[in-house]
């Protein structure tokens, strides 16, 4: 076994789960900490911590803020977001040992693909977008694209036996002997992990702040 | 003066010195900015800003100057908030200094700050944008910021500073109005209800211990003297306690244009206000109908200053007033209002202030034909006279203003039918004064206690 694919499967792992956990922790320890602001509310605004809950449901299930003022890239946005939350629960599954996860991996995995490529499409095309468009966020979404491709034309989201990589990982012993077809899908995922908390895409966690300090204010 | 960014220029050439070097002195100012020690105001709102935006777009189509102006690429919201965020990654963060092209991280040059300088006054503040951004990502409060740090450079506009903040701590009002002149006028408008009404109102100045100081935006006694007189007799049919205050008291101007640039400036003039009604033992300090007013007694300055250095009430001359009709101990007959009237949300009072019922349930019980303009509360489009705007004309100011905000406003206006637009805030009035005059509509503004005064059955 060559020493990149020794890496990628036994190390890359635990380095990624670890700069995940630490940049985030440190994102979110960063923001916790900040001295609280003037009032700077938006009204209306939701009150209970109930309220606040069906709110917050509500954008990450439907986005509805995009599909109320930005329609055209509501759908395609919803399509990569609901794959993500998919293929989150591959995850889960997996670990957990349901095999109904292959079903979530994959359609996940065709989600993310199409919602990513679309999205990047229409940064590329509308020229609204294009202008406020960095280089960074085609690469993001290039990132996802790639990831989801790779994991689809690898077989792993299909791949109910892939779990016991994961819970080898999981007990620290990680399984060696991977089909070569999954190498390239795993180095992206892990490279992804530990991308997240160095970019914008670590915006579920900071949406707690700019909501639930800012436009909602401390709660009563 | 010299074109820096488009056809205005809201900074004069001695505030801006376009010509000048400027970048050093603004990267300090900027640095210290993003100290949460020295700038913790809205140190959150205003990092999570500059860190979080996904480039989505969702407030470009919100977004009244950018819609307006046909969508030109320099007034969309992203493009003014980049113009700092640039800067920002570029000289303080990580990968801004590591791959800059890749994050859209560039240089600041002289000309780049001549053009931010006078974008971020292209905006109001408005937040319609931060209402409908998916992370909740505000582009006001960067263009704020951005005007605190050029604040900090000694870079900002005449009307806001010199004859704003600075005046208004000097006389005691913005419109410089010394304390005889200002009992003159009082005097005057007493004798004008009579004349107009028929009927005597004593109007109570500089009383020591009264139950309500009812403050105006002070530009209302010259230019809205009918929302001053309004207030008047509204108070006087109450039989409450009550008083305005003259400059000998201290400050006797609603306004804070350091909501609108400064934080230095802002907490200046708050703390006049506070020492004025504390001076005056009075119980209740009342705002008048000013938007931004508002916002600054009765948000900003809890978390600014302790409530045991403020030992008194703030409440919006409309929640009095609403609550006076609904107690019955002000009787109004909506007929003598028969006109079709609409209300325009000011967004400091509505957005920003929740003040979305009181003024409704005022018109509905004064008027007899209440509309809404469509949009309105909270998705109302902002009049285009805020964050200073309503008072700002030169370099063709007010063109721009009309061409954008008051396009939208106009096209508004005349849907509604209306012929009397019903404003809670003086820069409000400002602007829709110039708006009905620049599009010749045949509609009038009138102030709520104006309205209410009208239909006063006494
Ligand atoms: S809506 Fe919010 S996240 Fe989207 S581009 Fe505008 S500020 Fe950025
Ligand atoms: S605050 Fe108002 S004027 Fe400014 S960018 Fe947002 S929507 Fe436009």
Redesign the interface.
């Known amino acids: 076994m060559a020493l990149w694919e020794l890496f990628t499967i036994a190390i890359l792992p635990y380095l990624a789960i670890a700069v995940l956990v630490l940049g985030l922790g440190y994102k979110i320890i960063y923001w916790l900490k900040a001295p609280v602001n003037l009032h700077w509310e938006l009204f209306p605004y939701p009150r209970t911590s109930g309220e606040q809950a069906g709110e917050l449901l509500t954008e990450v299930f439907t986005l509805r803020s995009l599909y109320m003022h930005n329609r055209r890239i509501w759908l395609p946005s919803l399509v990569m977001h609901y794959g993500i939350y998919l293929v989150v629960f591959w995850l889960l599954f997996l670990v957990v040992g349901l095999p109904l996860a292959v079903y979530l991996g994959v359609t996940g995995g065709c989600l993310v693909a199409a919602g990513s490529l679309l999205l990047f499409l229409s940064r590329l095309i509308n020229p609204e977008l294009r202008r406020i468009s960095e280089p960074v966020e085609y690469l993001n979404l290039a990132f996802l694209f790639l990831l989801a491709v790779a994991g689809l034309i690898g077989g792993v989201f299909r791949d109910f036996s892939f779990r016991t990589y994961i819970i080898s990982l999981l007990t620290l012993k990680p399984h060696l002997s991977l089909p070569d077809n999954y190498l390239f899908f795993l180095l992206l995922f892990w490279l992804f992990m530990l991308y997240i908390p160095f970019t914008r895409m670590a915006h579920f966690a900071v949406k707690y702040f700019t909501y639930h300090k800012v436009k909602w204010g401390e709660m009563e | 003066m010299r074109k820096v960014f488009d056809d205005y220029r809201v900074l004069s050439d001695e505030s801006l010195k376009p010509d000048e070097p400027r970048v050093e002195k603004f990267l300090q100012a900027m640095k210290k900015s993003l100290q949460?020690k020295d700038n913790?105001?809205?140190?959150?709102?205003y990092?999570?800003?500059l860190?979080?935006?996904?480039?989505?777009?969702?407030c470009?189509?919100?977004c009244p100057v950018y819609l307006a102006s046909g969508?030109k690429?320099i007034y969309?919201p992203?493009?003014r908030s980049?113009m700092l965020r640039k800067v920002y990654k570029r000289y303080f963060t990580l990968?801004g200094r590591l791959f800059p092209?890749?994050?859209?991280a560039e240089d600041l040059t002289e000309e780049k700050l001549n053009a931010m300088a006078e974008n971020i006054y292209r905006c109001t503040i408005c937040?319609r944008c931060?209402?409908?951004?998916?992370?909740?990502?505000?582009n006001g409060?960067i263009a704020r910021e951005a005007r605190k740090i050029f604040d900090a450079i000694d870079i900002a506009p005449d009307e806001l500073k010199k004859n704003g903040t600075q005046k208004q701590i000097k006389f005691g009002n913005a419109t410089g109005t010394p304390a005889n002149a200002f009992l003159d006028m009082i005097e005057f408008l007493e004798e004008e209800i009579e004349d107009t009404k028929g009927y005597k109102v004593k109007i109570p100045v500089d009383k020591e211990g009264a139950e309500y100081l009812l403050m105006h935006n002070a530009g209302d006694y010259l230019a809205f003297a009918e929302t001053v007189m309004g207030a008047a007799e509204v108070m006087d049919a109450a039989g409450v306690d009550w008083t305005l205050n003259s400059p000998a008291t201290g400050v006797n101007d609603a306004v804070n244009y350091g909501v609108f640039y400064s934080d230095v400036e802002f907490t200046n003039v708050l703390k006049a206000h506070v020492e004025t009604a504390k001076k005056m033992g009075i119980k209740t300090l009342v705002v008048g109908e000013c938007g931004h007013a508002y916002e600054a007694l009765k948000?900003?300055m809890?978390?600014?200053i302790p409530p045991a250095e403020r030992p008194f009430e703030v409440k919006s001359i409309l929640e009095l007033e609403d609550e006076w009709i609904r107690e019955g101990r002000i009787k109004v007959n909506p007929e003598k209002n028969p006109e079709p009237v609409t209300y325009h949300d000011s967004c400091k009072l509505?957005?920003?202030?929740?003040m979305?019922e009181e003024p409704r349930r005022i018109l509905k019980a004064c008027c007899q034909d209440f509309r809404e303009l469509t949009p309105n509360r909270?998705m109302s489009i902002c009049c285009g006279g805020g964050s200073g705007f309503a008072i700002m004309e030169k370099g063709d100011f007010r063109k721009f203003r009309m061409e954008t905000y008051g396009k939208l406003k106009a096209e508004q206006l005349k849907a509604s039918g209306a012929s009397i637009i019903a404003l809670a805030c003086s820069n409000c009035k400002g602007q829709f004064r110039e708006i009905i005059n620049y599009y010749r509509l045949p509609v009038r503004f009138a102030g709520i206690s104006e309205l209410i005064a009208n239909a006063l059955v006494r």
């Open positions: 949460k913790w105001t809205f140190w959150l709102p990092t999570l800003s860190d979080t935006c996904m480039k989505c777009g969702t470009a189509e919100v969508k690429d969309h992203v493009y980049d990968p092209a890749l994050v859209g937040r931060a209402y409908v951004c998916p992370v909740a990502i505000d409060v948000y900003l809890l978390r600014l509505g957005r920003l202030g929740g979305y909270e």
